[in-house]
């Protein structure tokens, strides 16, 4: 089994950052591609950003501009860094893995975390 654990979020202002982590851990692994995903209160939860294993990315258009995805392939984690933090972004952030076996479509994912809780006030 394949687990994903979420750290790095917290209560912040209107402009200020955060740096979400996700490690994968359990039977050997070997990430496809990684990905995060949010859920806001009263609202189906969104694809934000996800990375392959060979460094290739795709961005929400909302967090476009703001946001980067990386990871570190040794170490299985992949990272979240979130700039210009608005109140629309606050949310419960998914991280997300799949391994290069998984049969989904390009957004689907394989296993998830617990999530992240990420608040900004205005």
């Known amino acids: 089994q394949v687990q994903l654990v979420e750290s790095g979020g917290g209560l912040v202002q209107a402009g200020d950052s955060l740096r979400l982590s996700c490690a994968a851990s359990?039977?050997?692994?070997?990430?496809?591609?990684m990905g995060w995903f949010r859920q806001a209160p009263g609202k189906e939860r969104e694809f934000v950003a996800k990375i392959t294993w060979f460094g290739s990315t795709n961005y929400a258009d909302s967090v476009a501009d703001r946001f980067t995805i990386s990871k570190n392939n040794g170490k299985n984690t992949v990272y979240l860094q979130m700039n210009s933090l608005r109140p629309e972004d606050t949310a419960v952030y998914y991280c997300a893995a799949r391994s290069a076996n998984f049969r989904g479509g390009p957004y689907e994912y394989e296993y998830w975390g617990q999530g992240t809780q990420v608040t900004v006030s205005s």
């Open positions: 359990g039977r050997t692994f070997s990430a496809d591609s």
